[in-house]
């Protein structure tokens, strides 16, 4: 299995809150899955539901371990997150 490669900011969706060490974390984390996971997918194609951990956590709901740490990750860094306005779309 190749490993997941954190999303570049460009690349990134608009509406994608996390930051560089948090997007390595994710995308360690979805490493663990197979290629062609729709987690996986979503989160390397820059999609709306590959930038948010609430539908990330629904599309990994049926390994419970990452759907922790998941949250988990989200956790942590939720609390170190600057402000910033919702995107103009």
Do not use: C, Q
């Amino acid at each position: 299995m190749r490993r997941v490669i954190p999303l570049p900011r460009e690349k990134r969706h608009p509406s994608d809150y996390r930051d560089d060490r948090e997007h390595a974390e994710v995308a360690h984390l979805l490493s663990s899955l197979p290629e062609k996971h729709p987690a996986r997918i979503a989160y390397l194609s820059g999609s709306w539901e590959g930038a948010n951990t609430l539908s990330l956590s629904r599309l990994v709901a049926a390994h419970r371990e990452l759907l922790d740490r998941l949250l988990e990750i989200y956790t942590a860094h939720a609390g170190e997150a600057p402000f910033r306005a919702p995107p103009r779309l």
